[in-house]
């Protein structure tokens, strides 16, 4: 079982839908990342957290520390926002000093 | 501030070669980690520098593969006597020193480079 698993795997969804992507993790974690990546393209950082939530234009990430358990949030999804979205921690109390990721969300916005 | 850069974007090489693969990290960050993405796979942590240490190399595969992080100029990443199974887009993310006390600080990637051995 990987250490942080992404659901969906493949999202399709109308142009202006809300998305939901999740994550949960099993290890005890620092921070949290979440990233997008187009495709052939570099890799963006869309948030970091440790707590609660954070916003930035029509994204929106929470965290539940407790439930081991993240969320990326889209609103008004346009096709730009076509990508790869991969969620990231890092681990705390020892253990490799990089980021473990899961396998990402691929998303595709049709207009 | 320019971001993190990595150059080349794109690299071929042939079976047997060495590659060389160079990332500059944004200024001020002295932190350097190195990723690989295996073509459908996902992401991997590969190794963590510091200028002039290696602080992590767990990830780092046990022959032909070496990093550095000199006191000037880029992390290198190289590879000797690269084989097809090395073909994957390798990035490189950058974070600041830690002034004291906080365990991590977020990490800012690269536009990676993507290596084709032929």
């Known amino acids: 079982k990987n250490e942080v698993e992404q659901s969906p795997q493949n999202l399709t969804a109308q142009e202006g839908e809300f998305i939901t992507i999740n994550c949960s993790y099993s290890?005890?974690?620092?921070?949290l990342h979440w990233l997008q990546q187009h495709p052939g393209g570099g890799i963006v950082s869309l948030f970091m957290l440790s707590s609660g939530k954070k916003k930035h234009g029509r994204l929106i990430a929470t965290i539940n520390i407790q439930e081991k358990h993240s969320s990326l949030h889209i609103t008004a999804s346009h096709p730009r926002d076509s990508a790869v979205y991969i969620c990231a921690v890092y681990h705390s109390g020892g253990g490799a000093d990089g980021l473990t990721f899961g396998k990402g969300t691929h998303l595709i916005i049709q207009p | 501030n320019a971001g993190v850069m990595q150059n080349p974007r794109h690299l071929v090489r042939r079976r047997g070669q060495e590659a060389r693969l160079r990332c500059s990290p944004m200024k001020g960050h002295s932190h350097v980690y190195w990723y690989r993405q295996l073509p459908e796979e996902g992401l991997k942590f590969m190794v963590y520098l510091q200028k002039e240490n290696i602080i992590d190399e767990s990830g780092m595969p046990k022959e032909r593969f070496s990093a550095e992080f000199p006191k000037e100029g880029p992390s290198i990443l190289r590879i000797q006597q690269v084989v097809r199974g090395d073909s994957a887009a390798y990035f490189c993310?950058?974070?600041?020193?830690?002034?004291?006390?906080?365990?991590?600080?977020?990490?800012?990637f690269g536009p990676g480079t993507r290596l084709t051995v032929t």
């Open positions: 993310a950058s974070s600041p020193t830690s002034p004291g006390g906080t365990t991590y600080y977020e990490q800012y």
């Open positions: 290890v005890g974690i620092s921070a």
